[in-house]
């Protein structure tokens, strides 16, 4: 079964930092990746996907994502934060079933 | 609101009652997916169903889990005699098969105490 990795459970940065979560999964197939982020009290929305095509995502609100697949990797970046990105966000696998396997998630909080 | 919607959003109950939960997914979407979240973790997989026909099933949906979704709309999750590890968001989604995109509703809350 496909597993998912995210580090720095919890990052802390302050209103225009950069921000790079990291996301690598196990498993040697084809995958489609997600990124989805749940901001306080609502449900998780998806942020973007990469099915296949240019390895360079872009996404909502400025963020985008590198799929390396050497690396097993689909790391989120963002250039400049906003206090409104304090947000929880997943990384996801769908790889070869139909099912959805997340990582544990990063706890972002962005300091005005 | 045309999304995914989840009723209960809340549901506390005492040990060893059994509960209910209603998912209804978005009209066109004919596959659904029901996870269970924890604190401090990701969404884990429950089950699956393709219109009604529940496709796959999770090791984690111990036979106290039940799932229906009769005629390929809405659904139900049950959970016969509670027990305290049950206490969770339970998450409901929904996808179209061209798409691949899961939606999201906003879960129901569970709390067995």
């Known amino acids: 079964a496909q597993s998912v ?7 802390i940065l302050s209103e225009a930092a950069s921000l790079e979560l990291g996301c690598n999964y196990s498993y040697g197939g084809t995958v489609n990746l997600f990124w989805y982020v749940q901001y306080p009290g609502q449900h998780l929305q998806l942020l973007l996907k990469y099915f296949s095509g240019d390895p360079l995502v872009k996404g909502i609100k400025g963020f985008e994502a590198e799929f390396i697949k050497s690396k097993f990797s689909f790391n989120l970046r963002k250039p400049s934060v906003q206090w409104s990105d304090t947000a929880e966000y997943f990384c996801a696998v769908k790889a070869g079933n139909n099912r959805l ?9 962005v300091i005005p | 609101d ?14 060893g009652q059994n509960v209910t939960f209603r998912c209804d997914p978005i009209s066109e979407h004919n596959r ?4 269970r979240q924890t604190l401090g973790q990701g969404p884990e997989f429950l089950t699956y169903f393709q219109n009604e026909a529940q496709l796959e099933k999770s090791r984690l949906l111990s036979d106290r889990f039940s799932a229906e979704r009769p005629k390929g709309s809405f659904s139900t999750l049950e959970i016969q005699r ?17 798409n691949t995109e899961a939606f999201f509703g906003q879960g129901t ?3 067995v105490v």
């Open chain 1, 5 to 11: 990795s995210q580090h720095n459970h919890h990052v």
């Open chain 1, 101 to 109: 396997a997340f990582g544990k998630g990063n706890q972002v909080v």
């Open chain 2, 2 to 15: 045309t999304g995914v919607s989840q009723n209960p959003r809340h549901k506390i109950t005492k040990r």
């Open chain 2, 32 to 35: 659904l997916y029901w996870y």
């Open chain 2, 82 to 98: 509670t027990e305290q590890g049950d206490s969770a968001m339970y998450l409901c989604a929904s996808s179209d098969p061209i």
């Open chain 2, 109 to 111: 809350r569970l709390t």
